[in-house]
């Protein structure tokens, strides 16, 4: 805040000073050289204080400084006689064009201005070039021009000078004429007062600045011989005679230059001219005039100008356009024509695609209205059988196989051409030798061959598209070489960058064509469209094997030169493999196991390249052959495994069972046993059912009885009289239990049937022994499942499986026997079967050999 304070007073201090300055007579003052300079020179300038006339300045020591603009310059300062401070300043090279140079004294340490000189520097006036003047006729007026030259950077005064003269203006008639051009023209317009018609004018420019003067170059003119005319006008144009290429133009001056006699020039031009083309010097007083050598059936576009006939005035502008269209005349010239065939119908016929190609324009007279095929020529004034009339350049047909020609013919409104033949001939002539393709731009194709041996008459070039899908790219652009020295063709029809073209250069003999040679260009390359998409088929712990498409020929947008397959991991640097363009299949080498890596793959063409995505893969621990190895010994060892648990729970069942049957012995089941299923001779005609027939339990045997026929015993069994054999004749049948019943001749609780001992049964009866001369019946043998007490025993039957011997005393209905034969009954054969040894049986002797 201080300090802007103090700025402020020493402002308001400046102003005072000044004023007072101004007030009285000045103590201070600049002087320089010269006020305008030219550039580059040196400027000397001098600032002088009168202390004696500035107040507060009288015992003050004069400080005096300068400022050229804003920037400070030194300068050198001393006393002069009369006592005043002077300070002297030299500018070596003064390089502005426009400078304001400050004196300032120092008061209070603050610079105050005292006096400025303002300095311009610059260069003299350049001389004006290329004076030239037109009059204009509509108002008798003439209007100069001319170039100024350069800059001087100082204030110009510009000044179009004119007067009256004779002869070649040696002499002036009368003072200099001035037109002034307003600021920044380049022009001035003299009026028709100060004009000299059918006289010489002496005409300059004078340009004056500071620094000097120019003038230009003096013309000496006749102002009606730079007088620009108005435009003609066209009145007709037409053909005459008719049936020629020649055209009558007839046009009229315009009504201010009737008076002048002029010379004109026409010019014409029709679509697919490069440019107009000039008829110069028509000079007609009748204002007609007749050209030739226009093509029939052409729109023409006319214009017309004029000017003075002596040749020194300027052109009008051109007329207004004049449109015409020349009469038609039948075509002429024959068609270039290219064909193919294809046997069909097992060579019967021939499908023909007949390809032409237009008229030139000398040669169409008209516009062509369509094109005609047929087998045979027309005849003068015969009917024409065509197989084709089209407006295109091509036709498709089917001719027998045995047609070897065609005709072709091109007409308009005025008739037709004359007929082109076409041949069609065998291609079995020889190739060119070599042939090669290179751009020329972006739109055309340089094809150059090597001649084959053989004299060629002319060359066919035809190319495709490739990548065209559908009809599109079966279509084919051809051109017809017919100059048999030929070795190169430009090819600019349907031409298109980033495309492929196969081309193909057919060698026409006399008598045949020759067989084709092929090859591929591209006008302009540029980077794949896309990249090919990676597969990988295969990976191991060392090695992974990639496979890829090939980009389609629409997406390469050039030649492939080559892929570049990158791999990397996350633990080490990328590698990369370049391959031919041919391959699709890649083995990366020298994986490492258990590890990711990240694969992309990059197309190059000459112009650029494409990448494609990462395709990640991991390498397993062990490869193929190893798995397959590791999984068999697995199956090995698990089957060996099952072996030896199979062994091991076998033998230890095995070792198990010895140890249980040291301390628990099994005990026969007697239900399960042979004897417990076999059944008598005499019962075995008997249907008996199965145990699991009566029921699914286990059978209880309570007792055991033994029926015998004793052979001297005539006493009738089961309480009837009849005779042994009928006694033994069929038994209920099962689950009815066989049991002994109740006989009012036997008493309740005997033994059956007198004497006879179970003894005895056992040994004539189930070992089939005969020991007795008398022939006995076969005993029968009841069984019985009741669980209630038989013969009136006074204890139920025993459980499954019990030994009875363990329970007491034998029972009654056995009779009693001694303690002495219970013991040897133990040691009996018996004792193998603990269920028997629970039936008190007597007469057990006949048992041993059981």
């Given at each position: 805040?201080?300090?802007?304070?103090?700025?402020?007073?020493?402002?308001g201090y400046s102003t005072l000073f000044l004023l007072l300055l101004a007030g009285a007579?000045?103590c201070g003052w600049v002087t320089v050289n010269s006020s305008t300079v030219l550039l580059?020179?040196?400027?000397?300038?001098?600032?002088?204080?009168?202390?004696?006339?500035?107040?507060?300045?009288?015992?003050?020591?004069?400080?005096?400084?300068?400022?050229?603009?804003?920037?400070?310059?030194?300068?050198s300062q001393h006393k002069n006689v009369d006592g005043a401070d002077v300070s002297n300043?030299?500018?070596?090279?003064?390089?502005?064009?426009?400078?304001?140079?400050?004196?300032?004294?120092?008061?209070?340490?603050?610079?105050?201005?005292?006096?400025?000189?303002?300095?311009?520097?610059?260069?003299?006036?350049?001389?004006?070039?290329?004076?030239?003047?037109?009059?204009?006729?509509?108002?008798?007026?003439?209007?100069?021009?001319?170039?100024?030259?350069?800059?001087?950077?100082?204030?110009?005064?510009?000044?179009?000078?004119?007067?009256?003269?004779?002869?070649?203006?040696?002499?002036?008639?009368?003072?200099?004429?001035?037109?002034?051009?307003?600021?920044?023209?380049?022009?001035?317009?003299?009026?028709?007062?100060?004009?000299?018609?059918?006289?010489?004018?002496?005409?300059?420019?004078?340009?004056?600045?500071?620094?000097?003067?120019?003038?230009?170059?003096?013309?000496?003119?006749?102002?009606?011989?730079?007088?620009?005319?108005?435009?003609?006008?066209?009145?007709?144009?037409?053909?005459?005679?008719?049936?020629?290429?020649?055209?009558?133009?007839?046009?009229?001056?315009?009504?201010?230059?009737?008076?002048?006699?002029?010379?004109?020039?026409?010019?014409?031009?029709?679509?697919?001219?490069?440019?107009?083309?000039?008829?110069?010097?028509?000079?007609?007083?009748?204002?007609?005039?007749?050209?030739?050598?226009?093509?029939?059936?052409?729109?023409?576009?006319?214009?017309?100008?004029?000017?003075?006939?002596?040749?020194?005035?300027?052109?009008?502008?051109?007329?207004?356009?004049?449109?015409?269209?020349?009469?038609?005349?039948?075509?002429?010239?024959?068609?270039?024509?290219?064909?193919?065939?294809?046997?069909?119908?097992?060579?019967?016929?021939?499908?023909?695609?007949?390809?032409?190609?237009?008229?030139?324009?000398?040669?169409?007279?008209?516009?062509?209205?369509?094109?005609?095929?047929?087998?045979?020529?027309?005849?003068?004034?015969?009917?024409?059988?065509?197989?084709?009339?089209?407006?295109?350049?091509?036709?498709?047909?089917?001719?027998?196989?045995?047609?070897?020609?065609?005709?072709?013919?091109?007409?308009?409104?005025?008739?037709?051409?004359?007929?082109?033949?076409?041949?069609?001939?065998?291609?079995?002539?020889?190739?060119?030798?070599?042939?090669?393709?290179?751009?020329?731009?972006?739109?055309?194709?340089?094809?150059?061959?090597?001649?084959?041996?053989?004299?060629?008459?002319?060359?066919?070039?035809?190319?495709?598209?490739?990548?065209?899908?559908?009809?599109?790219?079966?279509?084919?652009?051809?051109?017809?070489?017919?100059?048999?020295?030929?070795?190169?063709?430009?090819?600019?029809?349907?031409?298109?960058?980033?495309?492929?073209?196969?081309?193909?250069?057919?060698?026409?003999?006399?008598?045949?064509?020759?067989?084709?040679?092929?090859?591929?260009?591209?006008?302009?390359?540029?980077?794949?469209?896309?990249?090919?998409?990676?597969?990988?088929?295969?990976?191991?712990?060392?090695?992974?094997?990639?496979?890829?498409?090939?980009?389609?020929?629409?997406?390469?947008?050039?030649?492939?030169?080559?892929?570049?397959?990158?791999?990397?991991?996350?633990?080490?640097?990328?590698?990369?493999?370049?391959?031919?363009?041919?391959?699709?299949?890649?083995?990366?080498?020298?994986?490492?196991?258990?590890?990711?890596?990240?694969?992309?793959?990059?197309?190059?063409?000459?112009?650029?390249?494409?990448?494609?995505?990462?395709?990640?893969?991991?390498?397993?621990?062990?490869?193929?052959?190893?798995?397959?190895?590791?999984?068999?010994?697995?199956?090995?060892?698990?089957?060996?495994?099952?072996?030896?648990?199979?062994?091991?729970?076998?033998?230890?069942?095995?070792?198990?069972?010895?140890?249980?049957?040291?301390?628990?012995?099994?005990?026969?089941?007697?239900?399960?046993?042979?004897?417990?299923?076999?059944?008598?001779?005499?019962?075995?005609?008997?249907?008996?059912?199965?145990?699991?027939?009566?029921?699914?339990?286990?059978?209880?045997?309570?007792?055991?009885?033994?029926?015998?026929?004793?052979?001297?015993?005539?006493?009738?069994?089961?309480?009837?009289?009849?005779?042994?054999?009928?006694?033994?004749?069929?038994?209920?049948?099962?689950?009815?239990?066989?049991?002994?019943?109740?006989?009012?001749?036997?008493?309740?609780?005997?033994?059956?049937?007198?004497?006879?001992?179970?003894?005895?049964?056992?040994?004539?009866?189930?070992?089939?022994?005969?020991?007795?001369?008398?022939?006995?019946?076969?005993?029968?043998?009841?069984?019985?499942?009741?669980?209630?007490?038989?013969?009136?025993?006074?204890?139920?039957?025993?459980?499954?499986?019990?030994?009875?011997?363990?329970?007491?005393?034998?029972?009654?209905?056995?009779?009693?026997?001694?303690?002495?034969?219970?013991?040897?009954?133990?040691?009996?054969?018996?004792?193998?079967?603990?269920?028997?040894?629970?039936?008190?049986?007597?007469?057990?002797?006949?048992?041993?050999?059981?």
């Open positions: 805040m201080a300090v802007h304070g103090k700025s402020e007073m020493l402002l007579r000045a580059g020179s040196t400027v000397m300038a001098s600032c002088t204080i009168q202390s004696n006339r500035c107040q507060s300045l009288e015992d003050e020591e004069i400080q005096i400084t300068w400022r050229l603009d804003s920037q400070a310059v030194p300068g300043l030299t500018i070596p090279h003064f390089n502005r064009t426009r400078a304001k140079l400050w004196c300032y004294v120092v008061w209070n340490s603050t610079p105050q201005r005292v006096g400025m000189a303002e300095i311009r520097a610059g260069y003299p006036p350049s001389k004006p070039d290329n004076l030239t003047c037109m009059m204009n006729l509509t108002d008798n007026s003439l209007t100069c021009r001319w170039d100024p030259g350069l800059d001087g950077h100082l204030p110009t005064k510009v000044v179009l000078m004119s007067s009256r003269s004779r002869g070649q203006c040696e002499v002036s008639q009368e003072a200099p004429q001035n037109c002034t051009p307003q600021a920044g023209q380049n022009y001035c317009t003299i009026s028709r007062k100060f004009l000299q018609l059918y006289q010489k004018m002496d005409i300059w420019v004078s340009v004056q600045n500071a620094l000097g003067t120019a003038e230009s170059e003096h013309l000496c003119i006749d102002p009606t011989d730079v007088a620009k005319l108005d435009p003609p006008v066209l009145k007709s144009v037409q053909s005459v005679p008719f049936q020629t290429n020649c055209v009558s133009v007839a046009w009229e001056v315009a009504h201010t230059s009737s008076h002048i006699e002029q010379q004109c020039e026409l010019r014409y031009w029709t679509p697919g001219d490069p440019g107009w083309t000039l008829v110069p010097d028509i000079v007609s007083p009748n204002l007609k005039t007749q050209h030739c050598g226009f093509l029939f059936g052409a729109e023409y576009h006319f214009q017309m100008r004029c000017r003075r006939i002596t040749g020194m005035g300027y052109w009008s502008e051109w007329s207004q356009r004049w449109n015409f269209t020349t009469h038609e005349k039948a075509p002429v010239g024959k068609l270039d024509v290219w064909w193919k065939t294809t046997p069909v119908d097992s060579g019967k016929r021939a499908e023909v695609q007949l390809l032409w190609k237009a008229p030139k324009r000398n040669e169409t007279n008209g516009r062509i209205l369509g094109y005609w095929v047929s087998l045979n020529p027309r005849r003068r004034n015969g009917a024409l059988t065509a197989i084709c009339n089209t407006t295109d350049m091509q036709c498709n047909f089917s001719v027998p196989a045995g047609v070897r020609r065609v005709y072709l013919s091109a007409y308009n409104s005025a008739g037709e051409s004359a007929t082109t033949e076409v041949l069609f001939l065998e291609q079995k002539g020889q190739p060119v030798a070599r042939i090669h393709a290179s751009p020329c731009d972006e739109h055309s194709l340089w094809v150059q061959w090597e001649a084959p041996k053989a004299a060629a008459t002319g060359y066919i070039v035809e190319w495709h598209q490739t990548s065209l899908p559908g009809p599109a790219g079966r279509s084919v652009s051809w051109q017809l070489q017919r100059n048999r020295s030929a070795t190169k063709a430009l090819l600019r029809e349907n031409i298109e960058p980033f495309q492929r073209y196969n081309i193909s250069v057919y060698p026409l003999y006399a008598d045949t064509v020759g067989l084709p040679l092929h090859t591929a260009a591209y006008s302009k390359e540029k980077a794949p469209s896309c990249a090919p998409k990676l597969h990988l088929m295969s990976v191991s712990k060392s090695h992974a094997e990639l496979h890829w498409d090939p980009i389609p020929v629409a997406m390469q947008n050039g030649f492939i030169t080559n892929y570049t397959i990158f791999w990397a991991s996350t633990t080490r640097d990328e590698l990369r493999a370049v391959v031919n363009s041919s391959f699709t299949a890649f083995t990366i080498r020298g994986l490492v196991p258990l590890t990711m890596y990240k694969v992309h793959i990059m197309a190059s063409t000459a112009a650029g390249s494409t990448n494609s995505t990462t395709l990640s893969l991991v390498t397993p621990a062990l490869n193929e052959t190893e798995t397959q190895y590791l999984l068999l010994s697995l199956g090995l060892l698990c089957v060996l495994l099952i072996v030896f648990i199979v062994c091991f729970l076998k033998n230890r069942r095995c070792a198990t069972n010895r140890v249980k049957n040291q301390f628990w012995p099994s005990v026969p089941d007697p239900a399960n046993s042979s004897l417990g299923k076999w059944v008598p001779a005499d019962l075995q005609q008997e249907t008996l059912p199965t145990a699991s027939a009566r029921e699914p339990g286990l059978v209880t045997i309570s007792d055991i009885t033994v029926l015998e026929k004793a052979a001297e015993k005539k006493a009738p069994l089961w309480g009837k009289t009849d005779s042994l054999p009928a006694a033994a004749g069929p038994f209920p049948a099962l689950p009815k239990s066989y049991i002994l019943p109740s006989s009012s001749g036997l008493p309740s609780g005997s033994t059956a049937l007198g004497e006879a001992r179970p003894g005895s049964y056992v040994n004539d009866g189930y070992r089939g022994q005969q020991q007795q001369q008398q022939h006995v019946p076969s005993p029968l043998y009841i069984r019985s499942d009741s669980t209630q007490p038989l013969l009136s025993e006074p204890s139920p039957s025993p459980k499954p499986y019990e030994n009875m011997w363990f329970h007491g005393a034998p029972q009654a209905g056995l009779g009693s026997h001694s303690s002495q034969e219970d013991g040897d009954f133990l040691e009996e054969p018996l004792i193998d079967f603990p269920l028997l040894q629970g039936l008190k049986i007597g007469g057990t002797e006949g048992l041993q050999d059981f």
